[in-house]
DNA sequence: CACGATTATATGTCTAGACATATAAGTCAA
DNA sequence: TTGACTTATATGTCTAGACATATAATCGTG
Protein backbone atom coordinates (compact mmCIF):
# COMPACT_ATOMS: atom_id res chain seq x y z
CA UNK A 1 0.00 0.00 0.00
CA UNK A 2 0.91 3.66 -0.47
CA UNK A 3 1.50 4.03 3.62
CA UNK A 4 4.24 1.62 3.37
CA UNK A 5 6.45 4.48 1.25
CA UNK A 6 4.94 7.22 2.74
CA UNK A 7 6.62 6.31 6.41
CA UNK A 8 9.93 5.15 4.22
CA UNK A 9 10.48 8.74 3.40
CA UNK A 10 14.16 9.41 4.29
CA UNK A 11 12.68 13.22 6.19
CA UNK A 12 9.82 11.16 7.58
CA UNK A 13 9.41 12.63 11.50
CA UNK A 14 10.83 9.80 13.78
CA UNK A 15 7.78 9.00 15.73
CA UNK A 16 5.53 6.26 14.67
CA UNK A 17 2.38 7.32 13.90
CA UNK A 18 -0.17 6.34 16.61
CA UNK A 19 2.03 8.11 18.67
CA UNK A 20 1.96 11.17 16.66
CA UNK A 21 -1.95 10.78 17.05
CA UNK A 22 -1.73 10.19 20.51
CA UNK A 23 0.66 13.15 20.83
CA UNK A 24 -1.66 15.68 18.54
CA UNK A 25 -4.32 15.22 20.84
CA UNK A 26 -2.91 15.08 24.05
CA UNK A 27 -1.53 18.49 23.13
CA UNK A 28 -4.71 20.01 22.07
CA UNK A 29 -5.84 18.96 25.54
CA UNK A 30 -3.48 20.03 27.62
CA UNK A 31 -3.38 23.43 26.07
CA UNK A 32 -7.39 23.63 27.00
CA UNK A 33 -7.60 23.82 23.00
CA UNK A 34 -10.11 20.99 23.71
CA UNK A 35 -12.05 21.28 27.30
CA UNK A 36 -13.11 18.82 28.84
CA UNK A 37 -15.91 17.36 27.91
CA UNK A 38 -15.38 18.20 24.61
CA UNK A 39 -16.27 15.50 21.66
CA UNK A 40 -12.95 14.51 19.65
CA UNK A 41 -12.73 13.19 16.22
CA UNK A 42 -14.76 9.46 15.78
CA UNK A 43 -12.39 7.42 14.90
CA UNK A 44 -13.42 6.99 11.36
CA UNK A 45 -12.52 10.91 11.16
CA UNK A 46 -9.09 10.34 12.61
CA UNK A 47 -8.52 7.28 9.48
CA UNK A 48 -9.64 9.88 6.90
CA UNK A 49 -7.19 13.04 8.39
CA UNK A 50 -4.08 10.61 8.83
CA UNK A 51 -4.96 7.88 6.21
CA UNK A 52 -4.50 5.20 8.13
CA UNK A 53 -6.48 1.97 9.62
CA UNK A 54 -8.99 2.01 12.17
CA UNK A 55 -6.62 0.11 14.43
CA UNK A 56 -3.85 2.74 14.56
CA UNK A 57 -6.07 5.62 15.40
CA UNK A 58 -8.14 3.18 17.81
CA UNK A 59 -4.41 2.14 19.78
CA UNK A 60 -3.90 5.79 19.69
CA UNK A 61 -7.38 6.61 21.43
CA UNK A 62 -6.96 3.59 23.60
CA UNK A 63 -3.89 4.58 25.29
CA UNK A 64 -5.42 7.87 25.96
CA UNK A 65 -8.14 6.87 28.05
CA UNK A 66 -5.80 4.34 29.71
CA UNK A 67 -4.01 7.10 30.53
CA UNK A 68 -7.63 9.31 31.61
CA UNK A 69 -7.28 11.64 29.50
CA UNK A 70 -10.34 10.70 27.54
CA UNK A 71 -13.58 8.60 28.22
CA UNK A 72 -14.51 6.24 25.57
CA UNK A 73 -18.90 5.60 25.07
CA UNK A 74 -19.51 3.11 22.45
CA UNK A 75 -21.83 4.89 19.86
CA UNK A 76 -21.48 8.41 21.32
CA UNK A 77 -17.41 8.61 20.79
CA UNK A 78 -14.92 9.86 22.42
CA UNK A 79 -14.77 12.88 25.18
CA UNK A 80 -11.80 14.74 26.91
CA UNK A 81 -12.16 13.74 30.73
CA UNK A 82 -12.88 16.35 33.54
CA UNK A 83 -10.83 16.24 35.37
CA UNK A 84 -11.83 15.31 39.22
CA UNK A 85 -9.11 15.07 41.29
CA UNK A 86 -4.93 15.29 41.78
CA UNK A 87 -2.99 12.38 41.71
CA UNK A 88 0.42 12.53 42.68
CA UNK A 89 3.21 10.10 41.96
CA UNK A 90 5.03 9.96 44.75
CA UNK A 91 8.56 8.53 44.30
CA UNK A 92 9.58 7.16 47.65
CA UNK A 93 12.57 5.27 46.56
CA UNK A 94 14.24 3.17 49.38
CA UNK A 95 16.06 5.35 51.77
CA UNK A 96 19.43 4.52 50.64
CA UNK A 97 19.01 5.18 47.23
CA UNK A 98 17.38 8.61 48.09
CA UNK A 99 20.33 9.72 49.42
CA UNK A 100 22.66 8.36 47.43
CA UNK A 101 20.62 9.99 44.79
CA UNK A 102 21.17 13.79 46.25
CA UNK A 103 25.06 12.51 45.58
CA UNK A 104 25.43 12.48 49.34
CA UNK A 105 27.10 9.70 51.88
CA UNK A 106 24.60 7.00 53.12
CA UNK A 107 25.35 5.66 56.82
CA UNK A 108 23.49 3.30 58.30
CA UNK A 109 23.13 1.95 61.68
CA UNK A 110 21.23 -0.67 63.44
CA UNK A 111 19.68 0.25 66.70
CA UNK A 112 17.43 -2.33 67.60
CA UNK A 113 17.10 -6.05 66.25
CA UNK A 114 14.58 -8.54 68.08
CA UNK A 115 12.86 -11.64 66.60
CA UNK A 116 9.55 -12.61 68.72
CA UNK A 117 6.60 -14.08 68.57
CA UNK A 118 4.14 -11.30 67.71
CA UNK A 119 2.67 -9.61 70.38
CA UNK A 120 -0.88 -8.52 70.39
CA UNK A 121 0.20 -5.10 69.55
CA UNK A 122 2.43 -6.19 66.72
CA UNK A 123 -0.59 -8.43 65.80
CA UNK A 124 -2.81 -5.21 65.56
CA UNK A 125 -0.12 -2.67 64.21
CA UNK A 126 0.60 -5.54 61.33
CA UNK A 127 -3.50 -5.90 60.73
CA UNK A 128 -3.40 -10.09 61.58
CA UNK A 129 -4.66 -12.15 63.60
CA UNK A 130 -2.18 -15.03 64.35
CA UNK A 131 0.44 -15.14 66.09
CA UNK A 132 3.43 -15.93 64.12
CA UNK A 133 7.38 -15.04 64.39
CA UNK A 134 8.01 -11.39 63.44
CA UNK A 135 11.28 -9.13 63.76
CA UNK A 136 11.64 -5.42 65.08
CA UNK A 137 13.42 -3.17 63.87
CA UNK A 138 15.20 -0.14 64.85
CA UNK A 139 17.65 2.22 62.66
CA UNK A 140 19.22 5.37 61.48
CA UNK A 141 19.36 6.84 58.33
CA UNK A 142 22.28 9.41 57.75
CA UNK A 143 23.30 11.39 54.93
CA UNK A 144 26.69 12.77 55.07
CA UNK A 145 26.72 11.65 58.89
CA UNK A 146 23.79 13.99 59.49
CA UNK A 147 20.51 12.11 60.76
CA UNK A 148 18.40 11.67 58.26
CA UNK A 149 15.30 9.48 59.25
CA UNK A 150 14.72 6.52 62.23
CA UNK A 151 12.98 4.30 61.68
CA UNK A 152 10.49 1.55 63.54
CA UNK A 153 9.92 -1.71 61.59
CA UNK A 154 7.90 -4.61 61.97
CA UNK A 155 8.33 -7.74 59.55
CA UNK A 156 6.10 -10.37 59.21
CA UNK A 157 7.83 -13.91 59.04
CA UNK A 158 5.07 -15.96 58.47
CA UNK A 159 4.99 -13.96 54.71
CA UNK A 160 8.88 -13.47 54.77
CA UNK A 161 10.20 -16.12 56.01
CA UNK A 162 13.75 -15.24 54.26
CA UNK A 163 14.00 -12.44 56.18
CA UNK A 164 15.29 -14.47 59.09
CA UNK A 165 18.84 -15.08 57.37
CA UNK A 166 19.48 -11.14 55.90
CA UNK A 167 21.55 -9.76 58.44
CA UNK A 168 19.77 -6.04 59.20
CA UNK A 169 23.56 -4.79 60.44
CA UNK A 170 24.93 -5.19 57.39
CA UNK A 171 21.82 -3.87 54.82
CA UNK A 172 18.75 -1.39 56.07
CA UNK A 173 15.38 -3.55 55.98
CA UNK A 174 13.69 -0.84 53.25
CA UNK A 175 16.57 -2.18 51.03
CA UNK A 176 16.79 -5.58 51.45
CA UNK A 177 12.72 -5.86 51.41
CA UNK A 178 12.61 -3.60 48.20
CA UNK A 179 15.14 -6.52 46.35
CA UNK A 180 13.26 -9.80 47.71
CA UNK A 181 9.69 -8.88 48.08
CA UNK A 182 9.03 -7.15 44.66
CA UNK A 183 5.50 -6.10 43.63
CA UNK A 184 4.57 -5.10 46.89
CA UNK A 185 1.39 -2.66 47.27
CA UNK A 186 1.34 -0.04 50.20
CA UNK A 187 -0.41 2.25 51.87
CA UNK A 188 1.42 5.32 53.39
CA UNK A 189 0.04 7.68 56.06
CA UNK A 190 1.71 10.89 56.42
CA UNK A 191 1.65 13.10 59.39
CA UNK A 192 3.57 15.80 61.34
CA UNK A 193 3.83 15.61 65.26
CA UNK A 194 7.02 17.26 67.57
CA UNK A 195 9.67 14.97 68.44
CA UNK A 196 9.66 13.80 71.71
CA UNK A 197 12.59 12.85 73.87
CA UNK A 198 13.93 9.63 72.62
CA UNK A 199 13.11 10.55 68.37
CA UNK A 200 14.97 14.00 69.14
CA UNK A 201 18.05 12.34 70.38
CA UNK A 202 17.94 9.85 67.56
CA UNK A 203 17.73 12.27 64.90
CA UNK A 204 19.94 15.59 67.12
CA UNK A 205 17.54 17.72 66.96
CA UNK A 206 15.42 19.41 69.99
CA UNK A 207 12.81 18.23 71.60
CA UNK A 208 9.42 20.25 70.91
CA UNK A 209 11.19 20.57 66.91
CA UNK A 210 9.07 19.52 64.09
CA UNK A 211 9.15 16.07 62.57
CA UNK A 212 7.62 14.55 59.09
CA UNK A 213 5.98 11.00 59.92
CA UNK A 214 5.74 8.16 57.43
CA UNK A 215 3.94 5.26 58.27
CA UNK A 216 3.91 2.40 55.65
CA UNK A 217 1.60 -0.33 55.78
CA UNK A 218 3.22 -2.93 53.02
CA UNK A 219 1.37 -6.04 51.64
CA UNK A 220 1.53 -8.67 49.39
CA UNK A 221 -1.30 -11.02 47.50
CA UNK A 222 -3.29 -10.20 50.66
CA UNK A 223 -0.33 -11.16 53.19
CA UNK A 224 1.05 -8.65 54.88
CA UNK A 225 4.66 -7.98 54.49
CA UNK A 226 5.79 -5.30 57.06
CA UNK A 227 4.64 -2.28 58.80
CA UNK A 228 7.24 1.09 59.32
CA UNK A 229 7.16 4.18 61.00
CA UNK A 230 9.93 6.53 59.62
CA UNK A 231 10.62 10.19 61.47
CA UNK A 232 12.03 12.72 59.18
CA UNK A 233 13.54 16.35 60.97
CA UNK A 234 10.70 18.48 59.65
CA UNK A 235 12.59 21.72 58.50
CA UNK A 236 15.18 19.68 56.62
CA UNK A 237 13.30 16.73 55.04
CA UNK A 238 10.95 17.47 52.43
CA UNK A 239 9.06 14.89 50.45
CA UNK A 240 8.59 16.24 46.96
CA UNK A 241 5.93 14.86 44.13
CA UNK A 242 4.99 15.85 40.92
CA UNK A 243 1.59 15.75 40.11
CA UNK A 244 -0.76 15.18 36.96
CA UNK A 245 -3.69 16.52 36.24
CA UNK A 246 -6.07 14.12 36.10
CA UNK B 1 -11.99 -19.45 12.83
CA UNK B 2 -12.84 -21.42 15.39
CA UNK B 3 -11.89 -19.28 18.36
CA UNK B 4 -14.92 -17.10 17.14
CA UNK B 5 -16.88 -20.23 18.33
CA UNK B 6 -15.00 -20.55 21.20
CA UNK B 7 -15.47 -17.23 23.04
CA UNK B 8 -19.35 -18.08 21.81
CA UNK B 9 -19.89 -20.66 24.83
CA UNK B 10 -22.57 -18.60 26.83
CA UNK B 11 -20.48 -19.84 29.74
CA UNK B 12 -17.03 -18.45 28.64
CA UNK B 13 -15.71 -16.09 30.60
CA UNK B 14 -16.77 -12.62 30.60
CA UNK B 15 -13.61 -10.94 29.65
CA UNK B 16 -11.97 -10.40 27.03
CA UNK B 17 -9.20 -12.92 26.01
CA UNK B 18 -6.07 -9.95 25.74
CA UNK B 19 -7.71 -9.02 29.28
CA UNK B 20 -7.47 -12.55 30.28
CA UNK B 21 -3.66 -13.14 28.90
CA UNK B 22 -2.99 -9.82 30.44
CA UNK B 23 -4.12 -11.01 34.10
CA UNK B 24 -2.73 -14.28 33.66
CA UNK B 25 0.78 -12.77 33.36
CA UNK B 26 0.04 -10.07 36.10
CA UNK B 27 -1.07 -12.42 38.66
CA UNK B 28 2.08 -14.63 37.88
CA UNK B 29 4.37 -11.69 38.33
CA UNK B 30 2.44 -10.25 41.28
CA UNK B 31 2.44 -13.94 43.56
CA UNK B 32 5.95 -14.08 42.77
CA UNK B 33 6.03 -16.79 40.31
CA UNK B 34 7.72 -15.31 37.53
CA UNK B 35 10.26 -13.27 39.52
CA UNK B 36 12.29 -10.19 38.47
CA UNK B 37 14.26 -11.00 35.31
CA UNK B 38 12.35 -14.08 34.32
CA UNK B 39 11.61 -14.18 30.46
CA UNK B 40 7.96 -14.23 29.98
CA UNK B 41 6.76 -16.35 26.97
CA UNK B 42 7.55 -15.29 23.29
CA UNK B 43 4.76 -13.79 21.57
CA UNK B 44 4.34 -16.72 19.08
CA UNK B 45 4.48 -19.31 22.24
CA UNK B 46 1.29 -17.01 23.68
CA UNK B 47 -0.12 -17.31 20.10
CA UNK B 48 0.00 -21.00 20.34
CA UNK B 49 -0.92 -21.12 24.45
CA UNK B 50 -4.10 -18.95 23.89
CA UNK B 51 -4.65 -20.13 20.29
CA UNK B 52 -4.81 -16.20 18.82
CA UNK B 53 -3.31 -13.83 16.90
CA UNK B 54 0.05 -11.95 17.61
CA UNK B 55 -2.10 -8.80 17.63
CA UNK B 56 -4.00 -9.97 20.77
CA UNK B 57 -1.20 -10.64 22.92
CA UNK B 58 0.93 -8.12 21.57
CA UNK B 59 -2.12 -5.64 23.24
CA UNK B 60 -1.82 -7.71 26.48
CA UNK B 61 1.99 -7.08 26.73
CA UNK B 62 1.99 -3.69 25.07
CA UNK B 63 -0.19 -2.69 28.48
CA UNK B 64 1.93 -4.77 30.85
CA UNK B 65 4.26 -2.73 29.49
CA UNK B 66 3.13 0.44 29.97
CA UNK B 67 2.11 -0.34 33.56
CA UNK B 68 5.96 -0.88 33.98
CA UNK B 69 5.04 -4.45 34.98
CA UNK B 70 7.39 -5.80 32.32
CA UNK B 71 10.47 -4.90 29.96
CA UNK B 72 10.28 -5.27 26.46
CA UNK B 73 13.55 -5.88 24.42
CA UNK B 74 13.72 -6.91 20.58
CA UNK B 75 15.12 -10.01 19.82
CA UNK B 76 15.61 -11.03 23.43
CA UNK B 77 11.61 -11.22 24.74
CA UNK B 78 9.91 -9.22 27.40
CA UNK B 79 11.15 -9.38 30.99
CA UNK B 80 9.48 -9.11 34.57
CA UNK B 81 10.96 -5.41 35.54
CA UNK B 82 12.74 -5.31 38.67
CA UNK B 83 11.03 -2.76 41.11
CA UNK B 84 12.95 0.17 41.34
CA UNK B 85 10.65 2.85 43.47
CA UNK B 86 7.51 2.15 44.81
CA UNK B 87 5.62 5.44 43.25
CA UNK B 88 2.58 6.27 45.51
CA UNK B 89 -0.61 7.44 44.09
CA UNK B 90 -1.72 10.41 46.54
CA UNK B 91 -4.88 11.28 46.07
CA UNK B 92 -5.08 15.24 47.17
CA UNK B 93 -8.89 16.28 45.61
CA UNK B 94 -9.68 19.80 46.32
CA UNK B 95 -10.42 20.57 50.09
CA UNK B 96 -13.87 21.12 49.79
CA UNK B 97 -14.24 17.83 48.11
CA UNK B 98 -12.33 16.04 50.79
CA UNK B 99 -13.96 16.88 53.56
CA UNK B 100 -17.45 16.52 51.33
CA UNK B 101 -16.12 12.74 51.36
CA UNK B 102 -15.58 12.22 55.09
CA UNK B 103 -19.40 13.32 55.47
CA UNK B 104 -18.29 16.55 56.93
CA UNK B 105 -19.66 19.76 57.05
CA UNK B 106 -17.65 21.98 54.94
CA UNK B 107 -16.88 25.60 55.98
CA UNK B 108 -14.85 28.42 54.52
CA UNK B 109 -13.75 31.62 55.21
CA UNK B 110 -11.62 34.22 52.74
CA UNK B 111 -9.34 35.98 55.48
CA UNK B 112 -7.77 37.86 52.87
CA UNK B 113 -7.49 38.84 48.81
CA UNK B 114 -5.65 41.22 47.07
CA UNK B 115 -4.95 41.87 43.74
CA UNK B 116 -1.97 43.22 43.00
CA UNK B 117 1.31 43.81 40.70
CA UNK B 118 3.61 41.34 41.43
CA UNK B 119 6.42 41.84 43.97
CA UNK B 120 9.93 40.46 43.88
CA UNK B 121 8.48 37.69 46.52
CA UNK B 122 5.49 36.85 44.12
CA UNK B 123 7.66 36.65 41.06
CA UNK B 124 9.88 34.29 43.21
CA UNK B 125 6.79 32.14 44.17
CA UNK B 126 5.45 31.89 41.05
CA UNK B 127 9.14 31.04 39.50
CA UNK B 128 7.89 34.02 36.48
CA UNK B 129 10.80 36.78 35.43
CA UNK B 130 7.66 39.57 34.00
CA UNK B 131 6.04 41.42 36.87
CA UNK B 132 2.34 41.00 35.60
CA UNK B 133 -1.01 40.74 37.93
CA UNK B 134 -1.53 38.65 40.46
CA UNK B 135 -4.23 37.34 42.75
CA UNK B 136 -2.75 36.89 46.76
CA UNK B 137 -4.79 34.92 49.19
CA UNK B 138 -5.31 34.02 52.43
CA UNK B 139 -8.36 31.78 53.54
CA UNK B 140 -9.40 29.02 55.83
CA UNK B 141 -11.35 25.50 55.37
CA UNK B 142 -12.96 23.99 58.04
CA UNK B 143 -15.08 20.58 58.97
CA UNK B 144 -17.56 20.53 60.79
CA UNK B 145 -17.08 23.82 62.33
CA UNK B 146 -13.06 22.84 63.52
CA UNK B 147 -9.91 24.35 61.24
CA UNK B 148 -9.02 21.81 58.79
CA UNK B 149 -6.59 23.83 56.68
CA UNK B 150 -5.42 27.19 56.19
CA UNK B 151 -4.24 28.52 52.58
CA UNK B 152 -1.89 30.98 51.59
CA UNK B 153 -2.19 31.37 47.61
CA UNK B 154 -0.68 33.41 44.86
CA UNK B 155 -2.32 32.99 41.34
CA UNK B 156 -0.94 34.50 38.21
CA UNK B 157 -3.56 36.38 36.28
CA UNK B 158 -1.68 36.28 33.26
CA UNK B 159 -2.10 32.71 33.07
CA UNK B 160 -5.83 32.60 33.76
CA UNK B 161 -7.09 36.13 33.30
CA UNK B 162 -10.63 34.90 34.27
CA UNK B 163 -9.35 34.30 37.93
CA UNK B 164 -10.03 38.26 38.18
CA UNK B 165 -13.58 37.68 37.72
CA UNK B 166 -13.77 34.96 40.28
CA UNK B 167 -15.76 35.59 43.32
CA UNK B 168 -13.47 34.17 46.11
CA UNK B 169 -15.50 35.18 49.08
CA UNK B 170 -17.86 32.57 47.92
CA UNK B 171 -16.03 29.59 46.32
CA UNK B 172 -12.69 28.42 47.31
CA UNK B 173 -9.41 29.19 45.06
CA UNK B 174 -8.61 25.71 44.78
CA UNK B 175 -12.13 24.53 43.37
CA UNK B 176 -12.49 26.99 41.18
CA UNK B 177 -8.77 26.64 39.88
CA UNK B 178 -9.81 22.88 39.46
CA UNK B 179 -12.77 23.60 37.69
CA UNK B 180 -11.85 26.13 35.40
CA UNK B 181 -8.16 25.38 34.44
CA UNK B 182 -8.11 21.94 33.80
CA UNK B 183 -4.80 19.62 33.15
CA UNK B 184 -2.47 20.75 35.06
CA UNK B 185 0.69 19.69 36.51
CA UNK B 186 1.94 20.49 39.48
CA UNK B 187 5.20 19.31 42.18
CA UNK B 188 4.36 19.20 45.59
CA UNK B 189 6.35 19.51 48.64
CA UNK B 190 5.55 18.47 51.95
CA UNK B 191 7.28 19.18 54.97
CA UNK B 192 6.22 19.56 58.81
CA UNK B 193 7.07 22.62 60.76
CA UNK B 194 5.66 23.67 64.10
CA UNK B 195 2.89 26.05 64.15
CA UNK B 196 4.11 30.19 64.41
CA UNK B 197 1.59 32.65 65.90
CA UNK B 198 -0.38 33.22 63.31
CA UNK B 199 -1.14 29.89 62.22
CA UNK B 200 -2.02 28.85 65.29
CA UNK B 201 -4.50 31.43 65.84
CA UNK B 202 -5.80 30.54 62.48
CA UNK B 203 -6.26 26.50 63.27
CA UNK B 204 -7.14 27.09 66.57
CA UNK B 205 -4.55 25.23 67.78
CA UNK B 206 -1.25 25.96 70.41
CA UNK B 207 1.53 27.78 69.51
CA UNK B 208 4.56 24.79 68.77
CA UNK B 209 2.19 22.50 67.89
CA UNK B 210 3.01 20.49 64.47
CA UNK B 211 1.69 21.15 61.63
CA UNK B 212 1.96 19.41 57.94
CA UNK B 213 2.93 21.88 55.37
CA UNK B 214 2.30 21.19 51.50
CA UNK B 215 3.55 23.52 49.16
CA UNK B 216 1.94 23.41 45.84
CA UNK B 217 3.52 24.77 42.49
CA UNK B 218 0.94 24.34 39.39
CA UNK B 219 1.41 25.12 36.08
CA UNK B 220 0.07 24.50 32.96
CA UNK B 221 1.64 23.73 29.49
CA UNK B 222 5.04 25.60 31.17
CA UNK B 223 2.89 28.33 32.63
CA UNK B 224 2.72 29.29 36.01
CA UNK B 225 -0.72 28.90 37.20
CA UNK B 226 -0.49 28.79 40.91
CA UNK B 227 1.52 28.55 43.93
CA UNK B 228 -0.46 27.87 47.40
CA UNK B 229 1.13 26.74 50.83
CA UNK B 230 -1.34 24.84 52.87
CA UNK B 231 -0.82 24.47 57.01
CA UNK B 232 -2.58 21.58 58.58
CA UNK B 233 -2.74 21.01 62.17
CA UNK B 234 -0.33 17.67 62.14
CA UNK B 235 -1.82 15.72 65.16
CA UNK B 236 -5.65 15.58 63.72
CA UNK B 237 -4.76 15.69 59.28
CA UNK B 238 -2.93 12.67 57.76
CA UNK B 239 -2.24 12.21 54.00
CA UNK B 240 -3.17 8.90 52.93
CA UNK B 241 -1.32 7.26 50.06
CA UNK B 242 -2.05 4.03 48.32
CA UNK B 243 1.32 2.89 46.20
CA UNK B 244 1.76 0.69 44.28
CA UNK B 245 5.26 -1.50 44.03
CA UNK B 246 7.12 -0.98 40.43
C1' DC C 1 41.57 -14.29 21.01
C1' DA C 2 39.63 -9.95 19.37
C1' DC C 3 36.74 -7.68 16.31
C1' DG C 4 33.90 -6.64 12.41
C1' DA C 5 30.34 -8.40 9.32
C1' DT C 6 26.36 -11.26 8.76
C1' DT C 7 22.23 -13.55 10.09
C1' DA C 8 18.38 -14.89 12.71
C1' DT C 9 14.77 -13.54 15.56
C1' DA C 10 11.54 -11.10 18.70
C1' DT C 11 9.37 -7.09 19.04
C1' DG C 12 7.17 -2.59 16.85
C1' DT C 13 4.03 -0.93 13.87
C1' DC C 14 0.58 -1.24 10.40
C1' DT C 15 -3.33 -2.96 7.13
C1' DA C 16 -8.00 -4.13 5.55
C1' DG C 17 -10.99 -6.39 6.65
C1' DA C 18 -14.64 -8.93 10.38
C1' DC C 19 -18.14 -9.62 13.96
C1' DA C 20 -19.62 -8.27 18.79
C1' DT C 21 -21.78 -5.03 21.82
C1' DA C 22 -23.45 -1.11 24.14
C1' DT C 23 -26.33 2.63 23.53
C1' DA C 24 -28.11 7.17 21.52
C1' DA C 25 -31.72 8.17 18.76
C1' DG C 26 -35.69 7.40 16.42
C1' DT C 27 -40.37 5.00 16.08
C1' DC C 28 -44.63 3.68 17.51
C1' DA C 29 -48.30 2.45 20.50
C1' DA C 30 -50.84 3.22 24.88
C1' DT D 1 -46.33 12.38 27.49
C1' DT D 2 -44.47 8.13 28.42
C1' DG D 3 -42.72 3.71 27.90
C1' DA D 4 -41.34 -0.23 24.96
C1' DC D 5 -39.29 -1.60 20.79
C1' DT D 6 -36.17 -1.05 16.85
C1' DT D 7 -32.32 0.73 14.43
C1' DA D 8 -28.12 2.97 13.48
C1' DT D 9 -23.59 3.73 14.86
C1' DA D 10 -19.17 4.19 17.41
C1' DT D 11 -16.38 1.66 19.95
C1' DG D 12 -14.30 -3.16 21.50
C1' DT D 13 -12.06 -6.92 20.12
C1' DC D 14 -9.97 -9.93 16.87
C1' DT D 15 -7.64 -12.00 12.50
C1' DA D 16 -3.94 -13.25 9.25
C1' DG D 17 -1.16 -11.46 7.15
C1' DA D 18 3.09 -7.58 6.12
C1' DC D 19 7.39 -4.98 6.49
C1' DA D 20 10.58 -2.38 9.74
C1' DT D 21 14.02 -2.44 13.25
C1' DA D 22 16.98 -3.41 16.98
C1' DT D 23 20.04 -6.66 18.61
C1' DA D 24 21.71 -11.38 20.30
C1' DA D 25 24.16 -14.90 18.25
C1' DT D 26 27.04 -16.69 14.88
C1' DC D 27 30.66 -16.76 11.68
C1' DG D 28 34.82 -15.45 9.53
C1' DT D 29 39.06 -13.09 9.41
C1' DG D 30 43.24 -11.02 11.10
Not at 83 to 88: I, V
Not at 211 to 237: K, M, N
Amino acid sequence: MSLASDRAKPNAAKPTLYKRIRLDIETRILTGEWPPGHRIPFEHQLMARYRCSRMTVNKALSELAQADLIERRRRAGSFVRRPQHMSAVLKIADIRAEITALGRAYGYQLIDCRRRTATSADRARLGVSTAGKVIAIACRHSADNVPFAVEDRLIDLSTVPEAAKADFAREPPGSWLLHHVPWTEAEHTISAVVADDHTAKALDIAVGAPCLVIDRYTWRSARTVTAVRLHYPGETHRLVARFKGG
